[in-house]
T-cell receptor, first 118, second 112 residues
Framework: DTEVTQTPKHLVMGMTNKKSLKCEQH?????MYWYKQKAKKPPELMFV???????INESVPSRFSPECPNSSLLNLHLHALQPEDSALYLC?????????????????FGPGTRLTVL | SQQGEEDPQALSIQEGENATMNCSYK?????LQWYRQNSGRGLVHLIL?????REKHSGRLRVTLDTSKKSSSLLITASRAADTASYFC????????????FGAGTRLFVKA
């Protein structure tokens, strides 16, 4: 199974709502990523988990809260978002590479969740 | 600052022609990768070239890497309408873990 799944595919939420995005992979990858992508722009890295521990947080606002409950699952909890947070949210996974991150492997991406904040 | 800059931003060619996209980056890297993204969908990995490699082939794809110029190119030969997509280069920093930075991307349109 070389698939990364993401749910939901589309999400519309108000600025006072709390919602969660989910990502799942069964490839045995121990690195998982969240990206944000605005229209006609490249993906921007938000968070990286390595062996279920948060290893990179790219100064993302606290209204985004990641969680990695086990090696197959990655969540992104959303609270009090702003309209400018509307975007495609992509999850990816990969082998974590060598210790210290001195190597790097291809990332497998999910189809994304299209988020609209009203 | 953005790690990968790509040119051209957009490219329109006829089916059967070759398409060349370029990527430049600023800091040292371990590897450079190319990804394809069909409209509004997830990215698909195309090819990875390590910093000690100069050229790599995969099917109709040819990637070159020049670390002295901090640049890479992706050549798609004998393009097909199905190659229509956005193409991104992605680099990871030389140190500090696998922080991925994507270039701005090239939007390729192949006319049948």
């Amino acid at each position: 199974d070389t698939e990364v799944t993401q749910t939901p595919k589309h999400l519309v939420m108000g600025m006072t709502n709390k919602k969660s995005l989910k990502c799942e992979q069964h490839m045995g990858h121990r690195a998982m990523y969240w990206y944000k992508q605005k229209a006609k722009k490249p993906p921007e890295l938000m968070f990286v988990y390595s062996y279920e521990k948060l290893s990179i947080n790219e100064s993302v606002p606290s209204r985004f809260s990641p969680e990695c409950p086990n090696s197959s699952l990655l969540n992104l909890h959303l609270h009090a978002l702003q309209p400018e947070d509307s975007a495609l949210y992509l999850c990816a996974s990969s082998h974590p590479g060598l210790a210290g991150g001195s190597s790097y492997n291809e990332q497998f991406f999910g189809p994304g969740t299209r988020l609209t904040v009203l | 600052s953005q790690q990968g800059e790509e040119d051209p931003q957009a490219l329109s060619i006829q089916e059967g022609e070759n398409a060349t996209m370029n990527c430049s980056y600023k800091t040292s890297i371990n590897n450079l990768q190319w990804y394809r993204q069909n409209s509004g969908r997830g990215l698909v990995h195309l090819i990875l070239i390590r910093s000690n490699e100069r050229e790599k082939h995969s099917g109709r794809l040819r990637v070159t890497l020049d670390t002295s110029k901090k640049s890479s190119s992706l050549l798609i030969t004998a393009s097909r309408a199905a190659d229509t997509a956005s193409y991104f280069c992605a680099t990871d920093r030389g140190t500090g873990g696998f922080k991925t930075i994507f270039g701005a991307g090239t939007r390729l349109f192949v006319k049948a």
